[in-house]
């Protein structure tokens, strides 16, 4: 598959790892920064691995489904903990971790494979 066919979940992955990053970012200008700990880590790791797949479908990695398969549950787990928080930028998070999970598993149907099978027995 070319990384033209993945352009939407690129897309989605680079959006995913900007609302990340001004999420963690903006919890560390919260009142009380060490109760958003859990938040700002997971934008960290969802950003990480965001990026990770935008650039192994841009490249056509052969371990695309694994690594879209992780990063769809990573951001889900990300969305689930910023859309406990009512902050706009922990929602925008939440919703911008939503699609790219979507987008993510989408793709790993697209090319064939289920993207979330595998991920969770690699990464164990």
Do not use: W, Y
Not at 16 to 32: G, S
Not at 60 to 73: D, K, M, P, T, Y
């Amino acid at each position: 598959m070319s990384h033209q066919q993945f352009a939407s979940c690129i897309e989605a992955c680079n959006a995913c790892a900007t609302a990340c990053d001004h999420c963690a970012t903006a919890c560390l200008d919260e009142k009380d920064p060490k109760a958003m700990a859990r938040c700002i880590r997971l934008d960290l790791d969802c950003s990480a691995i965001c990026r990770l797949a935008s650039a192994a479908m841009a490249r056509g990695s052969e371990q695309v489904s694994a690594i879209c398969g992780l990063c769809a549950e990573i951001c889900e787990a990300c969305a689930d903990e910023c859309g406990r928080h009512q902050m706009d930028h922990c929602q925008e998070c939440a919703t911008a971790c939503r699609r790219c999970a979507k987008a993510c598993r989408s793709m790993g149907q697209a090319s064939g494979t289920s993207a979330g099978q595998g991920a969770t027995a690699q990464a164990h």
